[in-house]
Structures are given as structure tokens and as C-alpha cells.
């Protein structure tokens, strides 16, 4: 767990991209495996040349020497290879993101044909606009962090082109993301994040900051209808707008810093103001809060992977903070539960649950430490892990509430292929439709 999550300083644009991080990466793959491939030739020549000479041997005894001359070389080269292993670990070769697929009926991933009244009949293609709110997971924060970016400064680490939630660099095809996913069902979407930095030509509408607490969501509600403001009356009046938010995790850490953290009333208080805020500016809105991560699936992924000790100002840190973890979730569940009730019909307020059954450092098949999945301070998301995120959050925005499941083996899977809309429900999710969708 980072001491501290900055505050953040604004600087110039910076024109770095997916793109330019992909080449780079590319590159270096290519001249690996031409490296590796032409070491592998010169092992197999050396390999036959042992070989014939024990072919060859004329049974004078040397047959013992060849075998072990062969036992050294082969010693020699392993431990090659394993410094190689080693040196390509320490260069932080970055996996890339996965991409989308469908594999849905004709049809299904349509839009409406008249734009739907009823948040409750809202298909992903409908979603004009999309927008986020929250701290450093949702500005994909050192999603590009290698050993190399240690000293770069706190603007260039936010790779907002590669949030889960609002990454617009690249596309369904190639860089899996929450908006790249929309974007693809409506080629006129607005609102995603590109390139790195956080001034508003990036960010566009995802006001996250890093390094926030809970007490911000109302200020970044009211920037982010500064920036809805800038389009025109009609269509924000007329079209619909997804809007997600993740925050709490600066709040979890400011405990640990004793610092005094944000209780259960404090947070709801803040995230039910920062609802009514969007609410009374925003027609035809749909708010999908993500609920927290548990401790040890992020906040101390480097004490149980690398067995480091990171000391707390409060004792009994671990349990109070997990409480205080679920605590915030029950907040979720309980602001879904009093808007559902909300008298306005294009206004609907849901959860999901990615992070939810996630209770250890993410593992691969093997049982081995998922390294890719984090960035390099195993606190934030890789680019790589960015994508698993955003595929699990897409599958529960079109899933019904009794089926927003998320374990290991789900978020660590990164086949392609993503969830279709449900035939007789191809809406985004509610608590009103995932119970009747008639």
C-alpha cells in the first residue's frame, strides 16, 4: 500500500498515447523473440556437435567426459535462460490490454428504436454519453508504471487512455474498456478519456481525481455538469448518460495514515449529495456506483506477495479497515435500494459488484501471483489489468442483480468473448428489471 496517493498538479498536455506505448512495446517483443531465436540456433549447433562426439567416440573412455561436458553446458545455459527470465521481468515487458468480442443474436445489441422514457428499458447502444467520477483507479494511474517511471511526474502517470472505466485510446477491437465497449454499440458516443494527463482535452467527462477522498464527490458533480453544460440543451435533455463512480480508497489509506478516514455516514452522506446534485441537473441518467476492492485484494497485495511490512498508525488496522470496506458497499446497496423507489422515472441508481468475492491477490491458473494483472506498485491496475476490469463490468451491467458475481477465475479470465444482453432483457441492468423485465 503507497504511503499516500498524491494530490495532483495540472500540467501541459502531453501527447503521449496508446498507440505510442503499443509501437514500443511491439518492438521490443520482436527484438526479444529474435534474440531468443537466434540464441536457440546457436544452442541446437552446439547441442549436435555433442551429440555426434558421442556418436563418434571411439570407446577409449572418453564417452564419460563428453556426458559431462554436455551436464556443464547444460547447466551453463539454463542459468542463461534464467537471467534472461529474470532481465525481461526487471525491463517490465508490459502485457497488452485484451480486446472485445460478441457473439450475440442479430439484433440484440441494437438500439431502441424510439429512445426509451424508462431507465429501466435503457439499452447500452442508447447511452449517448458517459462519464466518471472518483479517485486514481478510474484515471488508469500508473496503468504504463514501469521501473523506468519511478521519477515521472504526477501528471504523465495518469494514463486516462487506459482507465477501465472511461479509456478511449485504441478500440473494441484492440483496448478493452468500459467506453471502448459503448463506443462500439454507439459510434457517437461522447464522454471517454484518451492519451495521458489530466487536463479536460484528456479527461473529457470523467472528472476523477487521484488522491480524493469521499468528501470530493460533490465537487466533481458539479464539474462534471459544467462539462455536460458544454453540449448542446437538446441532447442532454434527449439522450441518455451513464455515469460511474469509484471512490474510497484514498479514504481506506487516509485511516491507515491516521489521518481519520471517512466513516459509513460520512461517505453516504457525500456520494447521496453528489447523486442529488447530477439528479437535479441531469435528465435521462443512469449512476452505476463500483463497490470497493477488500484489503488484501489490493490495499496489501505487496505484504502478502513480497512479504513486505507496512506499519499503520491504527492498531488493529487489517479488520477495521475491511469493516469499513463493507461498510461502504452496504452504502451502495442501501442508495440503490432508496432510489429505486425515486419518483422520477429516467433517473435509476445501481451497483456493481467486480471487486466484491475477491479476497487475495488475483492468481493465474497455476496458483502463481498474477504480476500483469497489477502495475508496478501492486497497488494500481496495469493496462492489462485495466481490461480484465473492464470486461467483468461490463458482464454486470447486463446482468441481472442475482447474477453480479465476480471470483478469480473470472476476473483473471482474458478470453475475448463478453456477455450478451439476455434475449427477453437486453437493458442495462436495474434492480426494477433484474426482477421483472416485462
Known amino acids: ?61 572418453s564417452n564419460d567426459d563428453s556426458l559431462v561436458q554436455l551436464k556443464s553446458f547444460a547447466g551453463s545455459w539454463t542459468h542463461f535462460f534464467s537471467v534472461l527470465s529474470h532481465f525481461s521481468e526487471a525491463n517490465d515487458v508490459l ?21 426509451p422514457i424508462d431507465a429501466n428499458r435503457v439499452r447500452p447502444a442508447d447511452v449517448k454519453y458517459i462519464a466518471a467520477m ?42 478493452l474498456t468500459l467506453a471502448n465497449v459503448f463506443r462500439h454499440l454507439n459510434p457517437s458516443l461522447i464522454g471517454s478519456s484518451t492519451g495521458i494527463g489530466l487536463q479536460e482535452t484528456e479527461t473529457n467527462l470523467n472528472v476523477a481525481m487521484p488522491g480524493m477522498w ?30 460511474n463512480i469509484f471512490i474510497g480508497t484514498r479514504d481506506i489509506t487516509g485511516y491507515c495514515l491516521g489521518q481519520g478516514g471517512t466513516n459509513k455516514a460520512e461517505y453516504k452522506g457525500n456520494i447521496t449529495e453528489a447523486i442529488q446534485i447530477l439528479q437535479e441537473a441531469l435528465p435521462k441518467t443512469i449512476i452505476s456506483i463500483i463497490g470497493m476492492t477488500n484489503l488484501d485484494f489490493m490495499w496489501r497485495t505487496e505484504i502478502i506477495v513480497k512479504g513486505l511490512t507496512i506499519p ?11 469493516r469499513r470496506i463493507e461498510e461502504y458497499r452496504e452504502v451502495g446497496v442501501e442508495l440503490v435500494s432508496y432510489y429505486r423507489h425515486a419518483a422520477r422515472k429516467d433517473h ?91
Not at 503507497?2 to 501541459?12: H, T, V
Not at 502485457?95 to 429512445?115: A, M, V, W
Not at 462534471?224 to 441532447?235: A, D, E, G, H, Q
Open 1 to 61: 500500500m503507497p504511503a499516500e496517493e498524491y494530490i495532483p498538479i495540472l500540467s501541459a498536455t502531453h501527447g503521449n498515447s496508446y498507440a505510442d506505448y503499443e509501437r514500443k512495446d511491439t518492438v521490443i517483443r520482436r527484438l526479444r523473440i529474435l534474440v531468443f531465436v537466434t540464441i536457440l540456433i546457436i544452442v541446437s549447433i552446439i547441442l549436435a556437435h555433442f551429440v555426434l562426439s558421442l556418436i563418434n567416440n571411439d570407446g577409449s573412455g
Open 348 to 438: 435509476a441508481v445501481i451497483i456493481q459488484h467486480i471487486f466484491d468475492d475477491l479476497w487475495i491477490p488475483l492468481r493465474n491458473d497455476d496458483n502463481s501471483f498474477n504480476a500483469e494483472f497489477y502495475s508496478s506498485d501492486s497497488f494500481h491496475l496495469s493496462n492489462y489489468g485495466n481490461s480484465l476490469v473492464a470486461k467483468q463490468l461490463w458482464n454486470h451491467l447486463v446482468s441481472p442483480d442475482h447474477r453480479k458475481i465476480t471470483n478469480n477465475m473470472m476476473m483473471s479470465d482474458d478470453s475475448s468473448i463478453l456477455f450478451c444482453p439476455e434475449p427477453d432483457c437486453p437493458f442495462i441492468r436495474t434492480p426494477a428489471n433484474s426482477v421483472g423485465c416485462s
Open 312 to 322: 499503520c498508525a491504527v492498531g488493529n488496522f487489517e479488520l477495521l479497515a475491511q
Open 95 to 115: 502485457r497488452l490490454p485484451i480486446h472485445g468480442e460478441f457473439q450475440c443474436e442479430k439484433g440484440l445489441l441494437d438500439p431502441s428504436t424510439i429512445s
Open 134 to 175: 472518483g479517485d486514481s483507479y478510474a484515471t488508469g494511474f500508473r496503468s504504463y508504471s514501469t521501473s523506468g517511471m519511478e521519477g515521472a511526474s504526477n501528471d504523465t502517470r495518469n494514463i486516462v487512455g487506459n482507465s477501465f472505466i472511461m479509456g478511449g485510446d485504441g478500440s473494441f477491437e484492440d483496448h
Open 214 to 243: 469521499a468528501n470530493d464527490m460533490p465537487r466533481q458533480a458539479r464539474e462534471l455538469i459544467r462539462r455536460f453544460n458544454k453540449y448542446p440543451s437538446s441532447s442532454i435533455r434527449e439522450d441518455w448518460k451513464l455515469i
